[in-house]
């Protein structure tokens, strides 16, 4: 499996398995399924509500000698709930409990958006916070000293726009060392990506198969389906392969993580196999013309009236 190095040389598997909607009940048994099939990379996050049984999955993997805290990759991401300097702290002791682990090897600001405490989603602009009144510089100095505290050994990002990126990186005593945002053919983001490559910072493509299983309300109508993209389809015919793993194999081609979810044993495998496969100069040329700019997840959530939230600072575009 290909790596990337951090900038203290500890390596980054390319592939990991995503977690959210891997749903309590069943999630034990994903997690275990995957590191048996050779999975050391996982996503995990506070919001997706299912780390305590993640936590017991990785114990027992631990626990039964079949792989040890070293050989894994764990990353969770604070939620936008405790975004003050003192809280952060608080969130990621929550994560490491449910995850039964000391340490994180990358914690992450999961959004540029602050919540209120008490308010895990705002149905309205009075659950937001103004970044004026919790600055990201203030949400960044609480990660720094999670760093120094040895509990997460990387800090970065997610859903970060270069622009916030400079902002903090222009006061920061560690720098951001990865930026996990959404990826795949309808959304290259190549100018964010060449900007992180400039900084040195590893980018990670979320939702890289196109966020299939979200619940119907946070999806748009007529949303595209990747896998019925005529190039994708015709360029896994030349590799006797699923779209699903052209769209896998492309993520790693252009040098990003990719961290593809699923529940099923069968795609586990072939998404994990997908991280080795590669894809030709011509075939990585004629996806680079697919782009459209479209988003699954397009934070809309986070855009609400009476706040000052709004899509263009969301993303700075
Ligand atoms: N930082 C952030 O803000 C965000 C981070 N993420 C992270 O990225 C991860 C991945 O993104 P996510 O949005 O979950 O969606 P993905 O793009 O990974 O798509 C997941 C869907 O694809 C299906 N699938 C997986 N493999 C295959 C395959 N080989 N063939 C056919 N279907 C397949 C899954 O089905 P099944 O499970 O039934 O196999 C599921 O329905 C998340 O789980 C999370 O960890 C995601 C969104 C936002
Ligand atoms: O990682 C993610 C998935 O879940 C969250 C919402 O439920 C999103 O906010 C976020 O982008």
Not at 33 to 50: K, L
Not at 95 to 108: H, R, V
Not at 206 to 222: F, H, I, T
Not at 241 to 252: D, E, K, T
């Amino acid at each position: 499996m290909k790596t990337y190095s951090l900038n203290n040389g500890d390596q980054m598997p390319a592939l990991g398995l995503g977690t959210w909607k891997s749903e309590p009940g069943e999630v034990y048994k994903v997690i275990r399924t995957a590191i048996s099939v050779g999975y050391r990379h996982f996503d995990c996050a506070y919001i997706y509500q299912n780390e305590v049984e993640i936590g017991a999955a990785l114990n027992d993997a631990i626990m039964t000698g079949e792989v040890n805290r070293e050989e894994l990759w764990i990353t969770s991401k604070l939620w936008n709930t405790h975004h003050k300097q003192d809280e952060v702290n608080e969130c990621l002791k929550i994560t490491l409990k449910s995850l039964q682990l000391d340490y994180l090897d990358l914690y992450l600001v999961h959004w540029p958006v602050a919540h209120h405490k008490d308010v895990i989603f705002p149905q309205d602009g009075s659950g937001l916070v103004s970044l004026s009144e919790i600055s990201l510089e203030e949400t960044w100095r609480g990660m720094e000293k999670v760093k120094a505290a040895g509990l997460a050994k990387h800090i970065g990002v997610s859903n970060f726009s270069a622009k916030k990126i400079k902002q903090i990186n222009d006061s920061a005593t560690h720098k951001i060392e990865v930026n996990q945002v959404e990826l795949h053919p309808l959304l290259q983001q190549k100018d964010l990506l060449a900007f992180c490559k400039e900084e040195n910072i590893i980018v990670t493509a979320y939702s890289p198969l196109g966020s299939r299983d979200r619940a119907v309300q946070m999806k748009a109508e007529n949303e595209p389906d990747l896998f019925e993209i005529p190039t994708i389809q015709k360029i896994a015919e030349n590799h006797d392969c699923s779209p699903a793993q052209v769209l896998i194999a492309w993520a790693v081609n252009r040098e990003t993580a990719v961290i593809p979810k699923s529940t099923h044993e069968a795609r586990l495998k072939q998404n994990l196999e997908a991280a080795n496969l590669s894809l030709s100069k011509d075939e990585m040329n004629e996806i680079s013309v697919l782009d459209k700019h479209f988003r699954y997840v397009t934070g809309g959530f986070f855009a609400l009236p009476g706040s000052d939230y709004t899509l263009a600072n969301l993303w700075d575009e």
